[in-house]
């Protein structure tokens, strides 16, 4: 079911606002994106469009004007999610279904099948037997170190990686049936029914979301007729989604302060675009409010949550490296390394000896790969006590690792990575360096959080290509727009019939 809800803000803005023709709204964003900074943006809009001395659009003026575009279309986002969200039936203030059970049509299908009712054998059997490797899904950039030694520099991460073939397929499972038994069961059936629904690109979703924060400008203020500048140690946050569906890697961003109106406006844009009947995969990192807004929003919907390996990965490595002793010894692997960045990428390093840390490390990930969370917490409950230097991190990993945390949210990545599947959320990571890293975090620079947010919101909206018609015409929808759809757009920004 498709609704298009647009909303017109002309009638609502405040009196206090200045009005602002639809070309120098669009002018004044461009040059935003395009210099990524307030100061360059205002000279280069100055020079483009001849204004010298008097004429000349201040600094202050400049910036002002942007943070009125960028909040208008912040309030007009969020007023369309509400819409949205009670054309469907749902909460417009929670974004929660006011009731226990969804209608039909919003449901999930065959999808919400309990885990416990399946047969893994006949699930492995199945796929075995009509893996398709031409097709495995979206895939993913994640690549795992190459066993073989080889005597040439580290080679960059492949982001095109070819699932197995069907005769590979066995072999590929075999690891993972190895540790089956009556403890891991239900993780087992788990991990083969998300795989099933994941091979069929038309049926599934992939959310990825991850929050960003910039230093927060510090305040000033005049006393004694003097300019005080106050410390500020906050910071400014941005919670950023990305929504990736189809084989051709259609995508959408969303942005917003609040992770709240975050999940509104991607169930929204979900119920806009007939994706509701899908199957929910998301991953992120390891915050713990994002998985409690998953388990808030999505829960009459079947879904599976996924921790972001690299970030698994750096979390093992940085809390062994402060709980082991400094302590160097020979690499058991004997892998010469390389260096990879930098005037000295391509020539072999020197160091010839390991951190104790590293090694341990290694260990707990290569078991964390394979799935095997009961296993790695084992190994690190025998770590040898004369190698801990502070036994607090290590059961902070512990914590970490525990079922009942993110434990459980860990699956066998070997498994997903060999069948071409996702493995990781770089896709939101790409997303932050886009709209926010690029401009305010790489920079160095301090911002308001109005300035902030509505700079990201304006380069969303250029990257889901909605800035046009919400400059045309003050509308605001959260339907897909494609490239070849942008190509046949009127003057005002709207489809031709």
């Not at 001849?50 to 309030?75: C, H, K, M, N, W």
């Not at 305040?219 to 189809?246: D, F, L, P, Q």
């Not at 260990?363 to 394979?370: C, D, M, N, T």
């Not at 890293?437 to 919101?457: E, L, P």
Request: proline share 3%; net charge neutral.
């Amino acid at each position: 079911m498709e609704v298009a809800v647009s909303i017109s803000l002309a009638s609502q803005l405040p009196t206090t606002r200045r009005y602002l023709t639809a070309r120098y709204r669009r002018d004044l964003c461009k040059e935003l994106m395009n210099c990524q900074s307030y100061r360059k943006a205002c000279r280069s809009f100055n020079y483009h469009r001849g204004r010298v001395d008097d004429q000349e659009i201040p600094l202050s003026t400049f910036v002002y004007d942007l943070i009125q575009e960028g909040t208008a279309l912040i309030d007009a986002k969020r007023c369309s999610a509400s819409r949205i969200l009670d054309s469907f039936g749902f909460d417009a203030n929670t974004g929660l279904y006011p009731e226990k059970e969804l209608p039909q049509h919003l449901r999930n299908g065959e999808q919400c099948a309990s885990v416990i009712e399946l047969d893994p054998d006949a699930i492995l059997g199945e796929l075995i037997e009509n893996w398709n490797s031409s097709a495995p899904g979206l895939e993913e950039a994640y690549s795992e170190p190459d066993l073989e030694e080889k005597e040439q520099p580290a080679k960059p991460r492949r982001r095109n990686r070819t699932a197995a073939s069907k005769d590979e397929m066995p072999s590929v499972c075999e690891n993972y049936i190895k540790w089956r038994n009556a403890q891991n069961m239900h993780g087992m059936c788990k991990i083969l029914r998300s795989w099933k629904l994941e091979t069929d690109v038309s049926q599934v979703v992939y959310i990825m979301i991850d929050a960003v924060y910039v230093p927060e400008q510090a305040a000033h203020h005049v006393k004694g007729g003097k300019e005080i500048k106050e410390e500020s140690g906050s910071r400014v946050t941005h919670w950023n989604v990305k929504v990736e569906w189809e084989t051709d890697s259609r995508s959408y961003i969303i942005t917003d302060e609040t992770l709240d109106m975050a999940f509104r406006e991607l169930i929204s844009f979900l119920l806009t675009n007939d994706l509701m009947d899908r199957y929910f995969v998301f991953f992120t990192d390891g915050e713990s409010a994002i998985f409690k807004g998953i388990d808030r929003y999505f829960s009459n919907w079947s879904h599976e949550t996924y921790l972001d390996f690299p970030h698994l990965e750096k979390k093992c490595y940085e809390l062994l490296s402060l709980a082991i002793i400094g302590k160097r010894l020979g690499d058991p692997r004997g892998k010469k390394e390389y260096y990879v960045r930098g005037s000295k990428a391509g020539q072999l390093k020197a160091q010839d000896k390991t951190s104790l840390s590293v090694l341990y490390a290694r260990r707990v990930v290569s078991i964390l790969w394979a799935g095997n969370v009961k296993e790695a917490i084992d190994y690190l409950n025998r770590i040898n006590p004369e190698h801990i230097a502070s036994k607090g991190y290590v059961d902070k990993l512990l914590h970490y690792l525990d079922t009942t945390n993110k434990g459980q949210y860990i699956t066998c990545y070997a498994l997903r990575r060999k069948a071409g599947l996702r493995n990781s959320s770089n896709g939101v990571e790409a997303v932050n360096n886009l709209i926010i890293a690029n401009d305010q975090k790489s920079s160095n620079k301090t911002y308001r959080s109005n300035g902030s947010h509505a700079s990201a919101s304006i380069a969303a909206a250029f990257y889901n290509r909605e800035f046009d018609r919400w400059v045309d015409k003050k509308q605001f929808t959260f339907e897909y727009i494609t490239a070849d759809q942008t190509e046949k757009c009127d003057d005002a920004g709207l489809l031709k019939t």
